[in-house]
Nanobody, 120 residues
């Protein structure tokens, strides 16, 4: 039932930049870790980046050094700054919010997905 509002996708040439944004309700933003997965056609979702409530960040190997995730507590929004984009980054990007209730139990919510297309 929680709605995550995504924005910022689009079409860009290789080497260009985009910034994705994902806004969450304050009650969720304050206690959930948030981040992005991506899913290319015919492939499984893979982690792009995550930022925890405490501010720790994690990145998938393919985007390290190119993407930066950040958390804005005033706007209840996370951002993914994507630089030096490659055609292999083309995918649908899904914002998520995850709350760990125990080491093996959690709540999570997902955005609808936003298209990022990088042309050669």
């Amino acid at each position: 039932q929680v709605q995550l509002v995504e924005s910022g996708g689009g079409l860009v040439q290789a080497g260009g930049s985009l910034r994705l944004a994902c806004a969450a309700p304050k009650s969720i933003f304050s206690i959930y870790n948030m981040g992005w997965y991506y899913q290319a056609p015919g492939k499984q979702r893979e982690l792009v980046a995550e930022v925890t409530v405490g501010g720790s960040t994690y990145y998938g190997d393919s985007v390290k050094g190119r993407f930066t995730i950040s958390r804005d507590k005033v706007k209840n929004t996370i951002y993914l700054q994507m630089n030096s984009l490659k055609p292999e980054d083309t995918a649908v990007y899904y914002c998520y919010a995850e709350r760990r209730l125990s080491p093996d139990t959690y709540d999570d919510y997902w955005g609808q997905g936003i298209q990022v297309t990088v042309s050669s």
